[in-house]
């Protein structure tokens, strides 16, 4: 018995995608460079935050050096000013001793 041999089709290598598929993957490619672009632009803008924050700290920093030498204390209320002096041990015996 001889072996019956199939006949295979087989397609010529394509050269091009089709229109559609390239427009899609086009599509696809630019969003994802879109997006690449503007997570770029909010890690730029993170940057500068941060940085905007160290400056602040640091001129709060400055703040409260200014605020000891003038009155003995930062511990200040933002509402009105009023500073929130820290009690002692001493001066609540002392405040009693005073009643």
Same mark, same amino acid.
């Given at each position: ?5 199939? /006949? ?8 091009? $995608? @089709?229109?559609? *598929? ?5 599509? $696809? ?5 879109? $997006?690449?672009? !503007?997570?770029? !632009?909010?890690? /730029?803008?993170? *940057?500068?935050?941060? *940085? ?5 700290? #640091? %001129? ?12 003995? @204390?930062?511990?200040?209320?933002? #509402? #009105?000013?009023?500073? !929130?002096?820290?009690?002692?041990? &001493? #001066?609540?015996? %002392? /405040?009693? !001793? &005073?009643?």
């Amino acid at each position: 018995m001889a072996k019956k041999e199939k /006949a295979v089709e087989l397609k010529t290598k394509a050269e091009k $995608i @089709s229109t559609g *598929h390239l427009l899609q993957l086009k599509d $696809i490619v630019n969003k994802i460079n879109g $997006i690449k672009f !503007n997570i770029g !632009n909010m890690e /730029a803008q993170k *940057h500068n935050m941060l *940085h905007d924050l160290a400056v602040t700290q #640091d %001129r709060v920093a400055v703040m409260q050096d200014t605020l000891m030498k003038e009155y003995g @204390s930062y511990d200040v209320n933002l #509402d #009105d000013g009023t500073i !929130n002096w820290q009690t002692t041990p &001493e #001066d609540v015996q %002392r /405040a009693n !001793n &005073e009643k």
